[in-house]
């Protein structure tokens, strides 16, 4: 078997200091890659500020013969997110892959007890610095003809109680990356999701109980790397898809659509009389793109159209198509 290298390619791991995160720099130094081991050494609700998380994450990759820098500016503001690329580009010369691990959890809140500012703060870490991030590394990884961005959900956007804002904040991961990976290919850059499961900070702050301990012993950081390091690797043949990990299991989390129920002249009765039909998920279609599930549509409704999909789709919303559909 020929094992994935690094050599020659520059990754940037945001929260790369603890957790999953230092597991994907190590692994990435490990197969020949030059690190920026990206972490503000923050707590778990984004408080606090520790250069030393990321310093000695990138001090003992060199240590072992790997080239690593650390980055401990605030990713949360657009010039500290912007920077993280920019370290990348000073000290090595390029950026190949970009992996968004960083993130934030304010704890199990009721929704009546959530406020703006709660979401504001996990939108920024997520969506905001992602795309503060991305906009940086675009034209450099359009000129370089490649590039590899991964970023990392969570399985929570399945609906957990008490997590609206933070499942939100990782879901939009999903539609971010469907978009993109449309526009980027052409460009040899790959885009998709991470979704892990992984003993963490946040899992030992859990109360104690037997699937803490579970979590704590089978579902071990290190494992989701395997998918982190494939997903950035030239060998990559997905894009703007979704892959969980947990425990050395690896699977593709997909939008999907029942096979329903069809009436041009459909009423709210129509509706209650077939729910079950509608809802059924004994047929289920998974599309990958806006384009895919469109198709579907107009097949259902015998409608079928002198132009592209993709193309018609991207004027229709205000801008042209990158890549035919």
Known sequence: MTELRFDGRVVLVTGGGRGMGSSHCREFAARGAQVVVSDNGAGISGEGHDATVAEEVAAEIRRHGGQAVAYTADLVTEDGARGAVRCATENFGRIDALVHNAGLSLG????????????????????????????????????????????????SMYGISRNAFYSAAKAAYVAMAHCLA??????????????????????????????KRWILTSLRPGQTSAVALYLAHEQCTV?????????????????????????????????????????????????????ESVTVLMRDLDFTPSEQVGDVA???LGGPSSQAS
């Open 108 to 155: 199990g809140v009721p929704f009546d007890n959530e406020r703006r500012e709660h979401l504001r703060k996990l939108l920024d870490i997520n969506v905001f610095t992602g795309w503060a991030m991305l906009d940086e590394a675009w034209p450099i990884m359009r000129a370089q003809h490649y590039g590899r961005v991964v970023l990392v959900g969570s399985t």
């Open 239 to 291: 894009t703007g898809q979704s892959l969980t990990a947990a425990g050395g299991r690896v699977a593709r989390s997909v939008f999907a659509e029942t096979s329903g129920y069809v009436n041009p002249d459909l009423t709210a009765e129509d509706v209650r009389d077939h729910i079950d039909r509608i809802t059924s998920a004994t047929e289920l279609t998974a599309f990958a793109t806006y384009a």
């Open 182 to 211: 449309e526009e980027a290919l052409e460009h040899g850059i790959r885009i998709n999701v991470l979704l892990p499961s992984s003993a963490s900070r946040l899992v030992e702050a859990m109360p104690e109980s037997e699937f």
């Open 314 to 316: 991207a004027r229709t």
